[in-house]
């Protein structure tokens, strides 16, 4: 079982930028698909960015290109996001599954092996 620990959230004001930090716990990443979701008050899960391990593409929702960069560095997976506005807040997840070149199977939240607890991000207008 694999544990995920997610890092980073919090407060901000519209503008502003949170980095969120997402790493295994116990064990390393390798030749997975890891990406974050994010949950806002009320609504369903939706795909992020998501990158893999091993190299290759990385993937944005159309509401985040251009403002949120997915990285990795060492055994961590980063989602640096800027220019944040109010319909960014929600609880925002770390999960780690198959790698895939199909973009439709990465953003579909079923396709994930593992979870972390969440962060909340909160921007205010």
């Known amino acids: 079982q694999v544990q995920l620990v997610e890092s980073g959230g919090g407060l901000v004001q519209a503008g502003g930028s949170l980095r969120l930090s997402c790493a295994p716990s116990?064990?390393?990443?390798?030749?997975?698909?890891v990406a974050w979701f994010r949950q806002p008050p009320g609504k369903e899960r939706e795909f992020v960015a998501g990158?893999?391990?091993?190299?290759?593409p990385t993937n944005y929702a159309d509401p985040v290109k251009g403002r949120f960069t997915i990285s990795r560095d060492l055994n961590t997976v980063y989602l640096q996001m800027n220019s944040l506005k109010p319909e960014d807040t929600a609880v925002y997840y770390c999960?780690?599954?198959?790698?895939?070149?199909?973009?439709?199977?990465?953003?579909?939240?079923?396709?994930?092996?593992?979870w972390g607890q969440g962060t909340q991000v909160t921007v205010s207008s």
């Open positions: 999960a780690s599954g198959p790698r895939s070149a199909n973009y439709y199977f990465l953003i579909n939240p079923q396709k994930y092996d593992y």
């Open positions: 116990g064990r390393t990443f390798s030749n997975v698909h």
């Open positions: 990158i893999n391990w091993s190299g290759g």
